[in-house]
Structures are given as structure tokens and as C-alpha cells.
């Protein structure tokens, strides 16, 4: 049964150029030479690259994408990594509800959250300021970190924990010397994807971004909808290539199967030391 | 560990999760409360938005036939995006499974990469190949297969290819993670007593990857029916969507209580595919105890 045959290949191969596809075409277009959108087959050019530095709103708000996701995804952990140790190991109602409360705002549709913030971030005068903008997207990354962190926690065994206290150390040396370092891998995991997860938001920043802090995904959105010249694509290649560094990051600290698929076994984390 | 007044085993959890605790609820709770508040209040383009509550701006999206199009619509594209989903992204999971070992991975790659690629980037991807002066017309004329260019952008076939392609990886993944706890005997069994391949497919396979087939769609066809960046590239303002209208409600027209409604009836959407969600895999839900919830 587990041989796939010449139909069942094919099919695989099809399924792959259409996933491949949109992505592929957009980088090619990024090295045309011309002025439009096109698929360059005998000259390449850097032209669009070049481009990227002339315009102003380009460069400002990859600043803005990059500050706001290495803030947010820190504040994430900062606020995530006490909340998950105290409801990890609980049973009790009130904390099994808690976490429902902490995993929900990925439950909500973008769109929704997005007119909800925009309205109370207007009513409370925070409209348009960057910490507010860090605060929403600490909303929104938060249920990926805490059910990394959840699983980290849940994975490690709690024996060690023991041990160190009845050796004598306190429970902040116990957590600093012994728990802190079997878990950081789900750490630094958790860390990385609330930052790829903020630099992609696009739906809910659309909502509660003003000129000034407007993000990188906004800004594609608003040129997008405006023109469509090769600028586009080549902005859109050097994301690609920020998101793919980032991944290949995670994928060596993390392991991209166990995060993408949400394996709960530790195989790779193990091997890996 | 002490189980006194004021011992730390009692007051360190709730320290813990306070920050967390405030901002759920500040940045979340309240927000979401005031929306559906929002939704009752009428709305005059001189006065702004009234004191009074009312049920105008719900009966207003029942009763005008602009709007209730539009919500019958988003529905429609997000069953055919279920269905189109389902049915390459079953095959495929079954694919992967098979493969074997160097090609299953890299395969689970490139089929998974894409899903943390900005969702612009990818429909800007679209949007160029189904131009109408796009590679995918260029290459139809060429061929002599077509002799004018297809109107594909703008209309509700680009929405669901580029959405297809968006969700597609969720149902890859929920089929691929029940393929895991399939049993293997039980096709070989059926094998050995004398089924062909389709009735071991249909009869003994199919039943045990049910559940994720179910909870794939559900997850495509919610995140289907709430999309905003795809429409409104693909579809722009010549097919409206809930999502964009609700957009334009709160960036155009102002007319901020109507769009709340608007968005709450989204919210109520999602919420009630939700408790279908859990009421089907609630076996599930317990045994990871909160870890797994979700998209």
C-alpha cells in the first residue's frame, strides 16, 4: 500500500507547482527589466531592487514591521511565559478556562478584531500610536506562544524540578539553573513564531495602523490595491527572503515539521541535544 | 507545598497570570463587547452615532437584497473553496504519507512553507499569473487555445483559486495528522480478504481519516468566510465579500454601527462553526486539555 504510482506522482507534482506557483512567479518578475509586470527570459535586471531605496515608504516601513514584531514577540513571552507555567500543570476550572481565554483571540476573525480595536483604540485616544499598535499584536500572537509554551512545559519531566529543590535550591535558582534551559528550546520556538506571526498580521493592522506606523504588509496591501508596477514584486522578494531566513532559523531551533503539523512528540528536540 | 492564607503556592499562579489576564481583557474582551454594543445604536450621516438602540442595522442586512446577496455570496465562495480544498487536499495527504523518507519532508516543505509567506504576497502572486495580459493568458493564447484573453481577475473564480491556494495547506494538515493514528493492519486485512484498492479506500480508509477531513473543512471553510486581503485584491470592489464590506463600512462610508453589525453577524458565523467544531471532536478537545485548540 504504501507505494505511489505514475497517476498518484503526478497528481503530487501538479499539487506542488500550484502551491509553488504564485510565489515563484513573484520573485521571477522581481529581476525583470521593463516597466510592467513580466517574466524575464533573456535579460535580468537589479532595476526594481534599486527602486525599493528611492521610495521612501518602502524601507520605513520594513523599520516599522521589524521593531514592532521584535517588541510584540517579547512582550508575548515576557507576559506568556509566567501565565503558561502557572497554568500548565493545573486541572482546576478557573485555569483550564483561562487558557481558553489566552488561546481565543486566534479563534476570532481578523476583520472582527481589527473593527473591535479600531473603535476602542479611537474612544481611549490611543489611536495611532505605536505601543498601541505593540498591543494588539501581543493579542494576537499570544495563543500561538502560550500553546508552544504549554507543550514545552507539559513536555519536560517534572521530576528534575523536584529534585533541585530537595538538593536545596530555591525556586528561582530551580527554574533559572534547571527548568529555564530544558524548555528554552519551546522558548526560543514560541519567540520566533509570534515574530513571523506579527510581521505577517496584515488584516488586523489595516484596522489600527495610521501613516506613521504603517507596517510592511499594510503598505504592499495599499500599493497593491493602487498600481501594480514590477516595485511590488521586488519588495515583495526581499520579504520572502526575510520570512524564508527566519524560518530556516526556526526550523534548526525548533524543527518546522513539529511546529507546522503541531507533533507533540520530542524526537527532533532530543536529537538535536 | 503549604496550603496556608498567604503561603506563595497561593498568590504566585494569580501573579503569574495577571499581565496576561489584563490585556485579554483590555485588548480583547472590552473591544469585542463594545463592537456588539456598537451594532444597536442607529446612525445618522449629520448626527453620527445615536444613543437610542435599535435593531435597524440588522433588519437593514436582512431585509435589503444588496446585502443579503453579498452574505450568500461569501458563503458560496467559501463552500466551493471546502469542497475544492477537500478534495486536492485529501489526495495529497495521502501522497505524503506515502512517500518515502528524504522526499515526504521536503515535500511537507514546500507544501507548508507557504502558510507563514505573507497571504499579499502570495494572492500579488496570483494576481499576476491571472491578469488579464497575465502568464496564464499569455500562455492560453499561445497554445491558440483561447482567442481572447479570460476575464479571470475580478471575479469570484480568482477569489476561490487564490483562496484555495491560502487554506489548502490546513486540510493537508488535518488529513496528514489523522493518516498518523490510522491503523495499517486493518488495510492490510481487507487487502488479504479479497477488497480491491477502491473498496479499501472507501470502505476502510476513508472512515478512519473522517475526523480530520471534518475538521479540515471546517477550519478552510471558516477562515474561507471571514478572508479579507484575497477578495479585496482579487475581487476587489466588483465582488464584495463581508469582510470588505465591513472594510469599507469603517474606512469609507463611516457609517461605524452598521459595520459593527455587519461584523457581528461575521463573529456569530465563526463562533457557531466553532461549537460544530467542538461538539464533533470534543473526545479530542479533552485529551489535550486546552493545548491543541484551534486553526
Known sequence: MSKVGPFLLAFHIAFLIFIAAPIVVVVLVAFTPTAYLSIPTTEFSLRWFRAIFASRDFPASFVISLELATVAASCALAIGIPAAFALGRSFRVVHRMLAALFLSPLLVPAVVLGVSLLRFLNQMGWHGTFASLVLCHTVVILPYVIRLLLTAIAGFDHAVETAALSLGASRLQAFRRVILPLIMPGVVGAWLVAFIMSLDELTMTIFVASANTTTFPVRLFDYLTQSTDPLVASVSTVWIALITLAMILLDFVYGLDRLLVGRASNDRARSRG | ?295
Open chain 2, 1 to 295: 507545598m503549604t496550603r496556608g492564607g498567604l503561603s506563595p503556592a497561593r498568590w504566585l499562579p494569580a501573579l503569574l497570570v495577571a499581565p496576561a489576564l489584563a490585556l485579554c481583557v483590555v485588548f480583547f474582551l472590552v473591544p469585542l463587547l463594545e463592537t456588539v454594543m456598537l451594532s444597536f445604536h442607529p446612525f445618522d450621516s449629520m448626527k453620527g452615532i445615536g444613543d437610542a438602540y435599535t435593531l435597524e442595522n440588522y433588519s437593514r442586512i436582512i431585509f435589503d437584497s444588496f446585502y443579503l446577496r453579498i452574505f450568500a455570496r461569501t458563503v458560496a465562495i467559501a463552500s466551493v473553496v471546502t469542497v475544492l480544498a477537500a478534495s486536492i487536499g485529501v489526495p495529497e495527504a495521502i501522497i505524503l504519507h506515502r512517500l518515502p523518507a528524504p522526499w515526504n519532508s521536503v515535500s511537507l516543505v514546500v507544501v507548508l512553507g507557504p502558510l507563514l509567506i505573507s497571504v499579499v504576497v502570495r494572492t500579488f502572486g496570483w494576481a499576476v499569473l491571472l491578469g488579464n495580459k497575465g502568464i496564464l493568458n499569455d500562455l492560453l493564447l499561445r497554445l491558440g487555445l483561447i482567442a481572447e484573453p479570460l476575464q479571470i481577475m475580478y471575479t469570484e473564480t480568482a477569489i476561490v483559486i487564490g483562496m484555495v491556494h491560502v487554506l489548502v495547506p490546513f486540510m493537508v494538515i488535518a488529513v496528514w495528522t489523522s493518516l498518523h493514528r490510522q491503523n495499517r493492519e486493518t488495510l492490510l486485512a481487507a487487502l488479504s480478504l479479497g477488497a480491491n484498492a477502491f473498496t479499501v479506500f472507501r470502505r476502510i480508509l476513508l472512515p478512519q481519516i473522517m475526523p480530520g477531513i471534518l475538521s479540515g473543512s471546517l477550519i478552510v471553510f471558516s477562515l474561507a468566510a471571514s478572508s479579507f486581503a484575497t477578495p479585496a485584491i482579487l475581487g476587489s470592489k466588483r465582488v464584495r465579500v463581508v469582510a470588505t464590506v465591513a472594510y469599507e463600512q469603517f474606512l469609507n462610508t463611516l457609517n461605524w454601527p452598521f459595520g459593527a453589525a455587519v461584523t457581528v453577524l461575521l463573529l456569530l458565523l465563526s463562533l457557531a462553526l466553532l461549537g460544530l467544531y467542538a461538539r464533533l471532536f470534543e473526545g479530542r478537545y479533552r485529551r489535550y486539555s486546552g493545548a491543541g485548540v484551534g486553526p
